[in-house]
């Protein structure tokens, strides 16, 4: 018995082809964690595990594992599919020219602070260009925001070294955002992952990395959903064109087109199209 499920094991180890083009073997432990933070239920979860180990062929890429657990998913659970699509839906605001420090300052607006974006600001020595600055009554924060599209590429120590200069930079000078004041934060945000290396980094120099999963609790996944800021992208009731549509003038957010029913009639949306649409949002 024990040489047969050993032979079992063996037939499963496919190399895969990640985002990066490395090749590494299949971890089913990796798709079924995907699977569950997403929401899906245990039983859900290892079903669609177990379905996808069946089809994998080597070379196959993380992309056509991901589009099949997708379309799996929302067959099963349409809200966890939805919040499975979260970290590809956010690169997808890339392409529609939507600036992602944009994006970060709405999240800190629905955390209660005042936001400014791309503002120069002198430090103690040079000029900075600070993509965030968000402040309230008792903090006054300065963000870095990296963009990624593709799912591959890291945010390394070489950026969390630069950042934390600048910031280090600019707390040599006093600010008025809400009084006169210096800086209490420097933070690094991206939408992909960060190297072990820069999070070692960032927890030794108190610089605060927010990106994908990390950290463990207040990551961006984390602060998109308490924040219910879902972009329009994460929705497949809307199509590739649709989306194009809204996002060129400039409706990003699930909650606006939620809001305003008169931009999906716009777009020639029937009543019962609108409904599934909202009915999709309100999943999320």
Wanted: charged letters at 25%; one cysteine or more; aromatic letters at 8%.
């Amino acid at each position: 018995m024990a040489f047969i499920l050993e032979s079992m094991n063996q037939e499963k180890q496919v190399l895969i082809t990640k985002a990066n083009g490395k090749q590494e073997l299949f971890d089913k432990t990796k798709l079924l964690g995907s699977l569950l933070r997403a929401g899906a239920t245990e039983e859900i979860a290892e079903e669609l595990t177990d379905h996808i180990i069946g089809e994998l062929k080597d070379g196959m890429s993380t992309s056509q594992i991901y589009k099949h657990s997708f379309f799996l998913l929302n067959q099963k659970h349409k809200k966890a599919a939805l919040r499975y699509s979260l970290r590809r839906a956010i690169m997808e605001l890339g392409p529609s020219g939507f600036p992602f420090e944009d994006f970060v300052a709405q999240i800190f607006q629905a955390k209660g602070y005042k936001t400014e974006t791309g503002k120069i600001l002198l430090g103690g020595c040079v000029e900075h260009e600070v993509d965030v600055i968000a402040y309230n009554e008792n903090k006054l924060l300065a963000a870095e925001v990296k963009f990624h599209n593709e799912l591959g590429i890291k945010t390394d120590l070489k950026v969390a070294l630069y950042v934390k200069a600048r910031m280090e930079d600019l707390q040599e000078n006093i600010f008025d955002f809400g009084g006169e004041r210096k800086i209490d934060e420097g933070w690094l945000v991206t939408n992909t992952k960060f190297t072990t290396t820069a999070i070692h980094y960032g927890e030794c120099k108190d610089l605060i990395l927010v990106g994908w999963n990390y950290p463990k609790a207040g990551n961006l996944q984390d602060l998109i959903e308490d924040a219910g800021l879902h972009p329009i992208t994460c929705l497949s009731s809307l199509s590739e064109h649709h989306k194009k549509t809204l996002l060129s003038q400039g409706v990003v957010l699930c909650k606006t087109l939620r809001e305003d029913g008169n931009l999906l009639s716009s777009l020639g949306f029937s009543p019962d199209e609108k409904k599934m649409i909202f009915e999709e949002i309100d999943l999320l």
